[in-house]
């Protein structure tokens, strides 16, 4: 890509640390052996000699090479990030199979293609599962292009919840000196993060399903509010947040849980228990774009006391 192609205002350094930021995502997606052991054993399962295949977002090309490879006869990469083109166009040359890819720079939604697919592939899976748009994005490509019958990679995505104890987040700030923070303490409190490290995240209580959506069939506009889940009996001494992850399943029997070492992080949602011992545990939340609410109720011998918090932010990363 030309600096012409770029953006008005994008000083060099602007330009670098786009690259760098969009290069590091892919590394960590490419080191990520779970996801592309599953992706490439979902497509093994779903390309035929001569199918014609639809990837959209496809980042480093890995999967439209990968069709080809299994005997696609012909593929269709789609990538709105202009920065992957050389990427993507090296891939193809570098495992020879130049010819049978056709590259795409722009969005999946305003792109005209001819003819229907046998297969699409999507793997615009979000940290909470909806945030880079896998719903729009499928629900607009199966209408448009897959042909009937067609097989969709990913079928399902789904976002299951569990209360737990971040083994790092105890106490207030700043730890260690006697100084106040209670506004900084109600920020991070009010601010939903994901979490990088997962072995200090210790699951308290069997996970629940907040909601599965079928992509074939996904209604629009998606409906991701008021989605809720209980536990009994969860021990308030450890609670400090529900963690939320996603699961998509790719085709019947392949799943990716993102909770199983993934490149995909978990998020977490700051909850205070009110009681000692154990109570029950309503947790509420609404995911509308970067708007986050969530109420967490606490119920013992039949008192309930509940709190909610909103965020305006967007989801912030914290090396926790």
Same mark, same amino acid.
Request: glycine fraction near 8%; include cysteine.
């Given at each position: 890509m030309g600096l ?11 330009l670098?640390?786009?690259?760098r930021?969009? @290069?590091q ?8 052996? $779970?996801?592309n !052991?599953a992706?490439?054993?979902a497509i +093994?399962?779903s390309v035929r000699?001569?199918s014609?295949?639809?990837d959209?977002?496809t980042g ?5 090479v990968?069709?080809v !490879?299994?005997?696609?006869g012909?593929v ?5 990030n !202009?920065?992957?083109?050389p990427?993507i166009?090296?891939f ?7 010819? +049978?890819i056709k590259v795409i720079?722009g969005d999946s939604?305003?792109?005209? @293609?001819?003819g229907?697919?046998?297969?699409i592939i999507?793997?615009t899976?979000g940290?909470? =599962?909806?945030?880079?748009?896998i719903?729009?994005i499928?629900?607009?490509a199966v209408k448009r292009?897959?042909?009937p019958g067609?097989i969709?990679?990913?079928r399902?995505?789904?976002?299951f919840? =569990?209360?737990?104890?971040?083994? %790092?987040? /105890?106490?207030?700030?700043p730890?260690g000196?006697?100084?106040k923070?209670?506004?900084f303490?109600s920020l991070?409190d009010?601010t939903?993060?994901v979490?990088?490290?997962?072995e200090?995240i210790?699951?308290l209580?069997v996970p629940?399903?907040l909601?599965?959506i079928d992509?074939k069939?996904?209604k629009?506009?998606? +409906?991701?509010?008021?989605?809720s889940?209980q %536990?009994?009996g969860v021990n308030c001494s +450890?609670?400090?947040?529900v963690v939320?992850w $996603?699961?998509?399943e790719?085709?019947?029997k392949?799943?990716?849980?993102? @909770?199983?070492?993934?490149? %995909?992080?978990?998020?977490a949602?700051? $909850?205070s228990?009110p009681f000692?011992g154990r109570?029950? @545990?309503?947790?509420n939340?609404?995911?509308c ?6 109420? /967490?109720?606490f ?6 006391k /509940?709190?909610s918090r909103t /965020?305006?932010?967007p ?5 926790g």
């Amino acid at each position: 890509m030309g600096l012409s192609a770029v953006k008005r205002g994008t000083t060099l350094d602007d330009l670098y640390r786009g690259i760098r930021r969009t @290069l590091q995502f892919q590394e960590l997606l490419l080191r990520d052996s $779970v996801r592309n !052991k599953a992706f490439y054993q979902a497509i +093994k399962r779903s390309v035929r000699k001569g199918s014609r295949v639809l990837d959209i977002g496809t980042g480093t090309g890995i999967w439209a090479v990968t069709a080809v !490879k299994l005997g696609a006869g012909e593929v269709v990469a789609i990538e709105r990030n !202009k920065f992957l083109i050389p990427v993507i166009n090296s891939f193809i040359n570098e495992n020879s199979v130049a010819g +049978k890819i056709k590259v795409i720079t722009g969005d999946s939604r305003r792109v005209k @293609l001819s003819g229907k697919f046998d297969l699409i592939i999507c793997e615009t899976i979000g940290t909470q =599962a909806f945030d880079e748009n896998i719903v729009p994005i499928m629900s607009d490509a199966v209408k448009r292009f897959l042909r009937p019958g067609g097989i969709i990679i990913p079928r399902s995505i789904s976002i299951f919840a =569990a209360p737990a104890r971040l083994r %790092w987040k /105890s106490g207030g700030l700043p730890s260690g000196i006697p100084f106040k923070s209670q506004f900084f303490n109600s920020l991070v409190d009010n601010t939903p993060f994901v979490i990088s490290r997962k072995e200090n995240i210790e699951i308290l209580s069997v996970p629940q399903r907040l909601i599965k959506i079928d992509l074939k069939g996904a209604k629009m506009p998606l +409906k991701t509010d008021n989605l809720s889940c209980q %536990w009994q009996g969860v021990n308030c001494s +450890k609670v400090n947040c529900v963690v939320t992850w $996603v699961v998509a399943e790719l085709t019947n029997k392949i799943k990716i849980d993102i @909770l199983r070492r993934t490149s %995909w992080l978990p998020a977490a949602y700051t $909850v205070s228990a009110p009681f000692k011992g154990r109570a029950d @545990l309503e947790f509420n939340i609404s995911l509308c774009g970067v708007k986050t609410r969530w109420t /967490s109720s606490f119920k013992k011998h039949g008192k309930v006391k /509940s709190q909610s918090r909103t /965020s305006l932010s967007p989801v912030i990363l914290l090396s926790g």
